[in-house]
């Protein structure tokens, strides 16, 4: 009989993490290398990403590797993904997590019928641009390299559900009125349904893409958001980055052989009302 604990098992793996130093990211670094994986932490800023591989080798004993890139230009992720390749020797798992809600918090959270383009083309170009030029280049070194891997890609609720706009009613975000953008939920779709196309199109490699869908974490919302949005919610609160580390620790290891093309929702039931 198999010893089914070592299902979960990620020794002798790579894997990338793109928003490696964010809100979730960190976490997922933290998560795969405490299961056994070297881990490259990459995000825009490099001091942050090597500080948090510092910290992620300290506290798992795994390796870990800092790295800048913009997600958003080419050129800057086919250097980073030849990087970790010969680091590590090849990449197996991706975490395609990062994402932008531009600098500009008053133009982000928008009405839909007032939406800037050029917000819009700026908030594309990392949250769905960016995941396809990473899956691509992940996806091209996984097939070069033969041994197959997982790809898990971040989503959103909103990229398999509209907004109630009730959630919003005197809501804001670190001091500014929120909404749900319409370019959130559109490039938060894109990631969905590239996900779908790249997981028929490389299962023929051994590599399984998935898309991890998040509900609402708390993370600089005001107490208005929160109850309303909690109101909202099965469970009856948000989640924690916590809670999401065992789905993507699934997605990227052998307990999940079998699975690739699916959505996992971690949201407390939101999407099952």
Same mark, same amino acid.
């Given at each position: 009989m198999q010893n089914y604990s070592n299902l979960f098992s990620l020794h002798g793996r790579t894997a990338i993490v793109t928003g490696g130093t964010g809100i979730l990211g960190k976490h997922f670094c933290h998560a795969l290398a405490s299961f056994g994986a070297q881990v490259a932490i990459v995000d825009r800023d490099?001091?942050?990403?090597?500080?948090? +591989?510092?910290?992620?080798? +300290?506290?798992?004993?795994? +390796?870990?590797?800092?790295?800048?890139?913009?997600?958003?230009?080419?050129?800057?992720?086919?250097?980073?993904v030849a990087r970790v390749v010969a680091e590590y020797g090849a990449c197996e798992i991706l975490v395609n997590n990062a994402a932008s809600k531009s600098d500009?918090?008053?133009?982000?959270?928008?009405?839909?019928?007032?939406?800037?383009?050029?917000? $819009?083309?700026?908030?594309?170009?990392?949250?769905?641009?960016?995941?396809?030029?990473? +899956?691509?280049?992940?996806?091209?070194?996984?097939?070069a390299a033969g041994r197959g891997g997982s790809i898990i890609q971040t989503s959103s609720i909103y990229g398999i559900m509209?907004?109630?706009q009730r959630i919003y009613e005197g809501s804001e975000y670190l001091g500014v009125r929120i909404s749900n953008p319409?370019?959130?939920?559109a490039s938060k779709a894109g990631v969905?349904?590239?996900?779908?196309?790249?997981?028929t199109a490389w299962a023929q490699h051994g590599i399984r893409v998935n898309t991890l869908v998040p509900g609402g974490v708390r993370s600089g919302q005001n107490d208005r958001f929160v109850a309303n949005y909690s109101a909202r919610v099965p469970l009856g609160r948000m989640g924690t980055p916590e809670e999401l580390v065992?789905?993507?620790?699934?997605?990227?290891?052998?307990?999940?052989?079998?699975?690739?093309?699916?959505?996992?929702?971690?949201?407390?039931?939101?999407?099952? $009302?």
């Open positions: 490099v001091a942050v990403c090597e500080t948090v +591989a510092r910290e992620v080798t +300290a506290a798992t004993g795994s +390796a870990a590797l800092g790295l800048a890139c913009d997600v958003g230009d080419p050129q800057a992720v086919e250097a980073m500009d918090l008053e133009a982000f959270f928008a009405n839909s019928e007032n939406y800037s383009l050029e917000t $819009w083309r700026e908030v594309m170009r990392v949250n769905l641009d960016g995941v396809f030029l990473v +899956a691509k280049t992940v996806g091209k070194a996984m097939i509209g907004a109630d319409v370019v959130y939920s969905v349904g590239l996900t779908l196309h790249l997981a065992g789905a993507v620790v699934y997605l990227a290891s052998g307990a999940s052989s079998y699975v690739t093309g699916q959505c996992l929702a971690v949201d407390g039931g939101l999407s099952a $009302w």
